[in-house]
T-cell receptor, first 113, second 115 residues
Framework: SQTIHQWPATLVQPVGSPLSLECTVE??????LYWYRQAAGRGLQLLFY??????ISSEVPQNLSASRPQDRQFILSSKKLLLSDSGFYLC????????????FGQGTRLTVV | AQSVAQPEDQVNVAEGNPLTVKCTYS??????LFWYVQYPNRGLQFLLK??????LVKGSYGFEAEFNKSQTSFHLKKPSALVSDSALYFC?????????????FGTGTKLQVIP
C-alpha cells in the first residue's frame, strides 16, 4: 500500500533562518506531488506541484521554493524565513489520472518567531 | 477556470440528527468532485468522489454526497451525525477539460456535532 511521510511535525524557526521540509511517498511510482499551505486552520493554498523529477510548477511567487530530486521525494525550502511564512504545510500525492483523489501527509506546523 | 464555494463557515447539528454540508462549484466543462475531512493538526483524508454515473455517491464513515448538475452542487450528507464527525470538511473540484493537474479546494466548513 502507499504511504506518505512528512517531517518534521512541528518546527519553530527564527526569522531569517533557512527552511527545509521533506516529503516522501512509498508504494507508488511517478506520483504527482503537491505542497499546500493552510493558514488559520482553514483554506488550502497550493504552493507548488510537480509531475516528475525536476519539474516544478509554482503557483504563488513568494519566499519559498520546491525541489524534486527523486521520483518520490518533494522538498520545500526557503533561504530566509519571514514571519508571514508561519502556517501549516501539507504535502500530498496523487496518481496522474484526472479523476484520482489526493493523499495527504500529516502536516508540518511551522512557527516563525 | 474552476472554483468551489462552501457557503457555511460552520454547521452545528445535534448528535443523531441528519447533517448536510453544502458545496457548489463552477467549471467550464464537466467536474470531478471530491470531499475531504480534516481533524485538528492532521492532514486531509479523502471521503468520497464523484466521477460519473450515479448522482448519489457513498463514501467512508457513512457519508454520502449528491451531485446535482442543474444546481452545480455536491452537498455532503449523513443520515445520523456522531460526535466523532466533528471536524473540518473540504469540497474540491477538478475540471475534466484540458488535462488540468490542479484541484481547487473550498475554504472549508467546520462541522460541530453537539452531544
Amino acid at each position: 500500500s502507499q504511504t506518505i511521510h512528512q517531517w518534521p511535525a512541528t518546527l519553530v524557526q527564527p526569522v531569517g533562518s533557512p527552511l527545509s521540509l521533506e516529503c516522501t511517498v512509498e508504494g507508488t511510482s511517478n506520483p504527482n506531488l503537491y505542497w499546500y499551505r493552510q493558514a488559520a486552520g482553514r483554506g488550502l493554498q497550493l504552493l507548488f506541484y510537480s509531475v516528475g523529477i525536476g519539474q516544478i510548477s509554482s503557483e504563488v511567487p513568494q519566499n519559498l521554493s520546491a525541489s524534486r530530486p527523486q521520483d518520490r521525494q518533494f522538498i520545500l525550502s526557503s533561504k530566509k524565513l519571514l514571519l508571514s511564512d508561519s502556517g501549516f504545510y501539507l504535502c500530498a500525492w496523487r496518481t496522474g489520472g484526472p479523476n484520482t483523489e489526493a493523499f495527504f501527509g500529516q502536516g508540518t506546523r511551522l512557527t516563525v518567531v | 477556470a474552476q472554483s468551489v464555494a462552501q457557503p457555511e463557515d460552520q454547521v452545528n447539528v445535534a448528535e443523531g440528527n441528519p447533517l448536510t454540508v453544502k458545496c457548489t462549484y463552477s467549471v467550464s466543462g464537466n467536474p470531478y468532485l471530491f470531499w475531504y475531512v480534516q481533524y485538528p493538526n492532521r492532514g486531509l483524508q479523502f471521503l468520497l468522489k464523484y466521477i460519473t454515473g450515479d448522482n448519489l455517491v457513498k463514501g467512508s464513515y457513512g457519508f454520502e454526497a449528491e451531485f446535482n448538475k442543474s444546481q452545480t452542487s455536491f452537498h455532503l450528507k449523513k443520515p445520523s451525525a456522531l460526535v466523532s464527525d466533528s471536524a473540518l470538511y473540504f469540497c474540491a473540484v477538478r475540471d475534466r477539460a484540458g488535462g488540468y493537474q490542479k484541484v481547487t479546494f473550498g475554504t472549508g466548513t467546520k462541522l460541530q456535532v453537539i452531544p
